[in-house]
């Protein structure tokens, strides 16, 4: 008897495993392009930071700088929230494989149940491989987008204060 195992085959088993496993690799993937951007974005932003000029529309430019920031922070939050419960359901599918081949065999032997249950484990796996990286990312660029508008309200503010001052 030869062994037929594969790790591909524990993500393309059938049509739902193969769908289920496109749309989380596809989440993963689209989720570390917006992690990358971000990165790139904030070392920029590092290496550059904004200057505000006292004859801007102070409240414009801060809305139009933050911007960039929170661009695309909705996916990772949307990954990060959705992507667990389509492992999930991954996982439910890989059961429910377990238990026709059950039925189907009439046995209860490892060989019946082990493929339907690694293709569980498998989509579960996806599931937080997608989600976790997401998660992170989300809170992480989402509180820095956070912390540069306060900073740039506060600029905002510090220069408003002193053209009164010295009017």
């Given at each position: 008897?030869?062994?037929?195992?594969?790790?591909?085959?524990?993500?393309?088993?059938?049509?739902?495993?193969?769908?289920?496993?496109?749309?989380?690799?596809?989440?993963?993937?689209?989720?570390?392009?917006?992690?990358?951007?971000?990165?790139?974005?904030?070392?920029?932003?590092?290496?550059?930071?904004?200057?505000?000029?006292?004859?801007?529309?102070?409240?414009?430019?801060?809305?139009?700088?933050?911007?960039?920031?929170?661009?695309?922070?909705?996916?990772?939050?949307?990954?990060?929230?959705?992507?667990?419960?389509?492992?999930?359901?991954?996982?439910?599918?890989?059961?429910?494989?377990?238990?026709a081949s059950i039925g189907?065999?009439?046995?209860?032997?490892?060989?019946?149940?082990?493929?339907?249950?690694?293709?569980?484990?498998?989509?579960?796996?996806?599931?937080?491989?997608?989600?976790?990286?997401?998660?992170?990312a989300y809170q992480y660029?989402?509180?820095?987008?956070?912390?540069?508008?306060?900073?740039?309200?506060?600029?905002?503010?510090?220069?408003?204060?002193?053209?009164?001052?010295?009017?």
């Amino acid at each position: 008897m030869t062994n037929t195992f594969s790790l591909a085959t524990l993500f393309t088993g059938d049509f739902m495993t193969l769908f289920i496993s496109l749309v989380l690799v596809l989440g993963s993937v689209i989720s570390w392009a917006i992690i990358i951007e971000k990165i790139r974005l904030w070392r920029f932003q590092k290496r550059n930071p904004v200057k505000i000029k006292n004859n801007d529309n102070l409240s414009v430019v801060a809305d139009k700088l933050i911007k960039p920031f929170d661009k695309n922070l909705w996916f990772l939050s949307m990954v990060s929230y959705v992507a667990p419960f389509i492992g999930l359901f991954g996982t439910i599918w890989g059961v429910m494989d377990s238990f026709a081949s059950i039925g189907v065999n009439q046995s209860v032997s490892i060989g019946v149940i082990a493929p339907g249950l690694a293709t569980a484990l498998g989509t579960t796996a996806l599931g937080l491989i997608a989600a976790v990286p997401a998660a992170i990312a989300y809170q992480y660029f989402s509180k820095k987008a956070d912390d540069l508008y306060d900073n740039l309200t506060e600029t905002c503010r510090e220069l408003k204060t002193s053209k009164f001052k010295h009017k």
